[in-house]
């Protein structure tokens, strides 16, 4: 059966939350005093310090190209596809010259370990079925950025497991960028 497959790799995912435990304090600590320079700092260290342990526990290596492109500092919407949960370790592995966190749904937040830390470091999460909730999450993630810190955005809007192209974007997805004038940095991944 497929679950007892997946049995390994979930229980080496499970051990890798305590990376992200880190700099929970140094984040909190920012956030709290309304620091934003090192709020953003210590969760570019949560960030690239996670995806790399990911990456490395599960022997997984990384090639990037095109890195030498990016702006020194943000903000800036990062534009993605969205094969799969690797994505996310790869992004934080990859990107090291500014902090970023995503947008995501809702329901991430919820999970254990994992959803506190997402939300510690400023994802934007939306409720998929509730467009006032939708807006009032692009608020929150205008005024992110208007303050310095960076986002990624899948604007496929779910996981695309094909190789052969892109599903459609979602209407709203440039929105951040747009409205809060940022730059947008395109990126593709492929596994």
Sequence with gaps: MKIFANIPGALKLVNCLKYLEV????IEDAKASGDFEKEREYILKSTSYWGPMVLKMFGSTLNVKGIENLPDKGPVVLVGNHQGYADIFA?????????????????????????????????????????????????????????????????????????????????????????????????????
């Design 23 to 26: 700099n929970k304090k140094a």
């Design 91 to 191: 992004y934080c592995a990859a990107f090291k010259k500014f902090q970023f966190a995503f947008v995501a749904r809702e329901n991430l937040g919820k999970l254990p370990f994992y959803g506190k830390w997402i939300k510690r470091i400023r994802s934007v999460l939306i409720k998929r079925d509730d467009p006032r909730a939708s807006l009032k999450a692009i608020s929150e993630g205008i005024e992110y950025l208007n303050n310095g810190f960076s986002l990624v955005i899948f604007p496929e809007g779910t996981r695309n497991k094909s190789i052969d192209g892109v599903l459609p974007f979602h209407a709203g997805s440039f929105k951040l960028a747009e409205k809060s004038g940022c730059r947008i940095i395109p990126m593709v991944q492929n596994n």
